[in-house]
């Protein structure tokens, strides 16, 4: 079956920087879209960053465009969100996702699998 485990997650200070990991398996990977969400408690889950099968393209939500960089290497079936310049609004938890399709890379209905979540706090 399909499992997506996420990991990286942890507490920082704001200004810092993190990387989250979302490790795939029981799919062929290079043909996924892969995404990135996050969720804040009593919020509505929030569109972050997806990049194609090839990683020819990538995608952001625009609270995070310029301090974000989705990536994914598909040698070891792991996709990456390097996160720059962190703000107390980030802190979620962030859940990868895995499209075969992808019309609407913001809606998250278009998503098949989804991972655990991990953590992310970030201080002020």
């Known amino acids: 079956q399909v499992q997506l485990v996420e990991s990286g997650g942890g507490l920082v200070q704001a200004g810092g920087s993190l990387r989250v990991s979302c490790a795939a398996s029981g799919l062929t990977f290079s043909t996924y879209y892969m995404g990135w969400f996050r969720q804040a408690p009593g919020t509505e889950r929030e569109f972050v960053a997806a990049i194609s099968g090839s990683g020819s393209y990538t995608y952001y939500g625009n609270s995070v465009k310029g301090r974000f960089t989705i990536s994914r290497d598909n040698a070891k079936n792991t996709v990456y969100l390097q996160m720059n310049s962190l703000k107390p609004e980030d802190t979620a938890t962030y859940y990868c996702?895995?499209?075969?399709?992808?019309?609407?890379?913001?809606?998250?209905?278009?998503?098949?699998?989804w991972g655990q979540g991990t953590q992310v706090t970030v201080s002020s």
């Open positions: 996702a895995a499209a075969r399709t992808l019309s609407k890379v913001h809606d998250d209905r278009a998503y098949d699998y």
